[in-house]
């Protein structure tokens, strides 16, 4: 059997989507191999699980950088190409990447923005979309270009928004959505 092109996947925080994504490689039939978690805070939840599952978890702080981004996705980029990674997945990635590093990677990089898009790039999306009287949210996985958000849609899943929702009912509601989503955009890039 030929080996399954390798992936890396970028956290920030807690990792639900990454679990979400290495659980679904489980399967003999997905389409590539998680091989190493990034983060660029050693404090993630997440890099601990990853570890725990016998998966690469390289965390490199972005502070020492200061206002060095670039320098920043330098020491990333090297750990990526040491790692042979033919595709990076964003996964509650929480920091704004350069024109270096999405340059680095054009057409190999995707990410996870939980809105609609194009509505609601950015922050507080579950919020935003309630306010706006919104009937329903969602998540979307597209590729990652320059501007923030605003690469093309890959797939998208759609959730309706109640009456009364908080913004944390709609995360949770749409989260759900989220963690079947990523798998099955990682499927679709394949299936091509
Ligand atoms: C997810 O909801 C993801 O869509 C969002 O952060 C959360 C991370 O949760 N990403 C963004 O807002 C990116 N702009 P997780 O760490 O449990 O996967």
């Not at 996947?9 to 679990?19: A, E, K, L, Q, T």
């Not at 399967?27 to 998966?55: C, H, K, M, R, Y």
């Not at 919104?134 to 958000?149: I, L, N, Q, R």
């Amino acid at each position: 059997m030929t080996p399954k092109p390798k992936a890396a996947i970028f956290i920030s925080g807690r990792g639900s989507n990454m679990m979400a994504l290495i659980e679904a490689s489980r399967d003999a039939d997905f389409p590539v191999e998680f091989t190493l978690v990034v983060s660029n805070d050693p404090g993630a939840a997440g890099l601990a699980w990853a570890a725990s599952q016998g998966i690469a978890a390289l965390a490199v702080d972005h502070k020492p950088f200061g206002k060095d981004r670039e320098a920043h996705e330098r020491e990333i980029d090297a750990a990526l190409k040491a790692a042979g990674i033919e595709l990076i997945c964003l996964a509650g990635y929480m920091r704004i990447l350069t024109p270096y590093l999405v340059g680095q990677w054009a057409g190999k990089m995707i990410n996870i923005h939980p809105s609609l898009l194009p509505k609601y790039k950015g922050l507080h999306t579950h919020e935003r979309a309630i306010e706006a009287g919104d009937s329903f949210g969602g998540c979307t996985v597209h590729w990652v270009s320059e501007g923030v958000d605003d690469g093309d849609i890959i797939l998208q899943a759609q959730v309706p928004i109640l009456k009364g929702d908080t913004p944390d009912d709609l995360a949770a509601r749409v989260l759900i959505e989220e963690h079947k989503l990523y798998p099955a955009a990682v499927r679709h890039l394949y299936a091509r």
